[in-house]
T-cell receptor
Framework: DAGITQSPRYKITETGRQVTLMCHQT?????MFWYRQDLGHGLRLIYY???????DKGEVPDGYVVSRSKTENFPLTLESATRSQTSVYFC?????????????FGEGSRLTVL | GQNIDQPTEMTATEGAIVQINCTYQ??????LFWYQQHAGEAPTFLSY??LDGLEEKGRFSSFLSRSKGYSYLLLKELQMKDSASYLC??????????WGAGTKLIIKP
């Protein structure tokens, strides 16, 4: 019963490098989300996906790329990392289409961009 | 713009009761969530309210007043393990989830 897992949990990189954060869920949930969490801000949605091969932008998508070739995986790529992308990134999933349904979060990936 | 306000930090005593408030101004309303987040961990679901009134779930209760744009989370018989951040989130008219910045609750013995 792994649920939803993220990797790496911690990552330090340099400005300009490409970074990919992985997210894997074992529940076959349709919806998956990527959020970033910064001190003083609420969770901010980066991208979400309603199903395999369907992705859409959230509130703060600039500088990020996602893909979803399989239902269980939803990787987030920072194509050219910037210091402003230093944050804690959470992946989440939801079973169905009801936007009022509970979200299940991964443990988070703490990214530092030097 | 859309706005959700919560106190940044609160302190309470073990065994006591604490109320964490959340006020919101959003474009429409389709429900309000409360999540708990321990330091360094993932948020976990506590409650969902869409109708006015109080919903009780063990030591935790959540209240909603849609006319006032107001909700609170009530925690009774506080335990040290309740030390965490409590996140309020509103589903707006576009069914987007808008998050507050969270309230850090510190429990003292």
């Amino acid at each position: 019963d792994a649920g939803i897992t993220q990797s790496p949990r911690y990552k330090i990189t340099e400005t300009g490098r490409q970074v990919t954060l992985m997210c894997h869920q074992t529940w076959s949930h349709s919806y998956m989300f990527w959020y970033r969490q910064d001190l003083g801000h609420g969770l901010r949605l980066i991208y979400y996906s309603a199903a395999a091969d369907i992705t859409d932008k959230g509130e703060v998508p600039d500088g990020y790329v996602v893909s979803r070739s399989k239902t269980e995986n939803f990787p987030l790529t920072l194509e050219s990392a910037t210091r402003s992308q230093t944050s804690v990134y959470f992946c989440a999933s939801r079973l169905g289409e009801m936007e009022t349904g509970e979200l299940f979060f991964g443990e988070g990936s703490r990214l530092t961009v030097l | 713009g859309q706005n959700i306000d919560q106190p940044t930090e609160m302190t309470a005593t073990e065994g006591a009761i604490v109320q964490i408030n959340c006020t919101y101004q959003t474009s429409g309303f389709n429900g309000l969530f409360w999540y708990q987040q321990h330091a360094g961990e993932a948020p976990t679901f506590l409650s969902y309210n869409v109708l006015d009134g109080l919903e009780e779930k063990g030591r935790f209760s959540s209240f909603l007043s849609r006319s006032k744009g107001y909700s609170y989370l009530l925690l009774k018989e506080l335990q040290m393990k309740d030390s965490a951040s409590y996140l309020c989130a509103v589903v707006d008219s576009n069914y987007q989830l808008i998050w507050g910045a969270g309230t850090k609750l510190i429990i003292k013995p």
